[in-house]
C-alpha cells in the first residue's frame, strides 16, 4: 500500500492522507478523518483526495491537485494556480508534480519525475533528484508518492509501501507500517 500525500507539522507529528481522509499521528491509532472535516476550508474538488500536501512552518497547510493549490489559511473553497502561487516553478512543474514539501527556513520543494525544484532557487532551475538527495534508494527514482520536511532538516520520501529519510544514509527504507504505526491497518 501507499499513501497519496504526507506533511510533518510543528508537534513532531505526521500527516499522512489516502485517497479523501487524513490520519495524524499523534490521533488514535487506526484513527481516521475526512479530508474536508479535518481542513473545512477545502474545496470541494480536493475531498476525494489531493496529490500532494505540506505543512507551512507557520502552521496552515497547503494542497496541491493538478495546477492548483489551496491553503488552509485562504478563505473557503479558494484556490490558485501552482504558476500563480510559486512563480518560479518551471512550467512543466505547474501540473502533475508527484511531491510538494516546505522547508523549515520557507521556500518549497516540487519533485516531478527525477527533477526537484526549490523556490529559493531562482525562476525555472531544477536539479537532479539524485543531486539533491543522495541517501535515496535507487528504487525510489522511478517516482516518489510523497515527500515532507521534517523538523531536523531532514527529507522524507516514501514510494509504495516503503519510506526513507535522509538522515537514515544510502538507500536505507523502512516499511511504511513500521514507520507510521499509528496508520490504520487498510493502508499499511
Not at 1 to 11: F, I, L, P, W
Not at 139 to 154: N, P, Q, R, T, V
Amino acid at each position: 500500500m501507499t499513501v497519496d500525500a504526507a506533511y510533518a507539522h510543528k508537534g513532531g507529528a505526521y500527516g499522512l492522507i489516502k485517497g479523501g481522509e487524513v490520519h495524524h499521528t499523534d490521533w488514535a491509532a487506526g484513527a481516521i478523518k475526512t479530508l474536508k472535516t479535518q481542513f473545512p476550508s477545502l474545496p470541494d474538488s480536493f475531498a476525494d483526495g489531493v496529490d500532494d500536501a505540506y505543512a507551512h512552518p507557520g502552521g496552515a497547510f497547503g494542497f496541491v491537485k493538478g495546477d492548483q493549490v489551496h491553503h488552509s489559511d485562504w478563505r473557503k473553497n479558494e484556490t490558485k494556480t501552482l504558476e500563480k502561487q510559486f512563480p518560479s516553478l518551471p512550467k512543466h512543474f505547474c501540473a502533475g508534480i508527484d511531491a510538494a514539501y516546505a522547508h523549515k527556513g520557507g521556500a518549497y520543494g516540487f519533485i516531478k519525475g527525477m527533477q526537484v525544484h526549490h523556490t529559493d532557487w531562482g525562476t525555472g532551475v531544477v536539479k537532479d533528484i539524485t543531486d539533491v538527495f543522495s541517501t535515496i534508494p535507487k528504487s525510489f527514482l522511478s517516482g516518489i508518492d510523497a515527500a515532507y520536511a521534517h523538523k531536523g532538516g531532514a527529507y522524507g520520501f516514501i514510494k509504495g509501501g516503503q519510506v526513507h529519510h535522509t538522515d537514515w544514509g544510502d538507500n536505507a527504507t523502512k516499511p511504511l507500517g513500521e514507520m507510521f504505526p499509528s496508520l490504520p491497518s487498510a493502508w499499511k
